[in-house]
T-cell receptor, first 113, second 114 residues
């Protein structure tokens, strides 16, 4: 299996621009998670999908952030407009359920200038 | 709400030294426990997990962890570390319940010197 695939691996953008991060979970996994990792705040869960349905988005920082999962093999995390404080590494993870092992993708390093 | 504490933020060891990283959690019910490792510039990888059964869990690369329910602890151990074990280690816990989500500790940065 190819594992969780994320794109792009690196993104540099200017403040105010829209950013879209993409994730392809492991085939057969029905849960998908978006995390953000920063030095200051560590690893934070942003949103969690189960069977393509958002279950818990309480970690989404504000309305500028949105996530979708149109089908079982694809999810996006969008930031519009982006701000410098959004700079972080964004990880996608997938698993077979909320309590099961989560398998992480390689992450997208986002820099907002 | 559940929480995870990793008391050691930065640990420096010489090669061949023994390792023990502390992890304590707070949750009143049944839990699943995990240790993940993040090598420099890489993503999180599962080291080991505990769901049920033998509280002494063996993982990859010679790591093991012991679940002590009475102490709410899940400490990670390795008898002899290698330079390649230099990484950040995260403990994570999820309680059984519809509102539960995987909660990570703040991580322990391990530096192994030659």
């Amino acid at each position: 299996d190819a594992g969780v695939i994320q794109s792009p691996r690196h993104e540099v953008t200017e403040m105010g621009q829209e950013v879209t991060l993409r994730c392809k979970p492991i085939s057969g996994h029905n849960s998908l998670f978006w995390y953000r990792q920063t030095m200051m705040r560590g690893l934070e869960l942003l949103i969690y999908f189960n069977n393509n349905v958002p279950i818990d988005d309480s970690g989404m920082p504000e309305d500028r952030f949105s996530a979708k999962m149109p089908n079982a093999s694809f999810s996006t995390l969008k930031i519009q407009p982006s701000e410098p404080r959004d700079s972080a590494v964004y990880f996608c993870a997938s698993g077979r359920g909320q309590g099961d092992t989560q398998y992480f993708g390689p992450g997208t390093r986002l820099t907002v200038l | 709400a559940q929480s995870v504490s990793q008391h050691n933020h930065h640990v420096i060891l010489s090669e061949a030294a023994s390792l023990e990283l502390g992890c304590n959690y707070s949750y009143g019910g049944t839990v699943n426990l995990f240790w993940y490792v993040q090598y420099p510039g890489q993503h999180l990888q599962l080291l080991l997990k505990y769901f049920s059964g033998d509280p002494l869990v063996k993982g990859i690369k010679g790591f093991e962890a012991e679940f002590i329910k009475s102490k709410f602890s899940f400490n990670l151990r390795k008898p002899s570390v290698q330079w390649s074990d230099t990484a950040e280690y995260f403990c994570a816990v999820i309680g059984y319940g519809t509102a539960s989500k995987l909660t990570f500790g703040t991580g322990t940065r391990l530096q192994v010197t030659l």
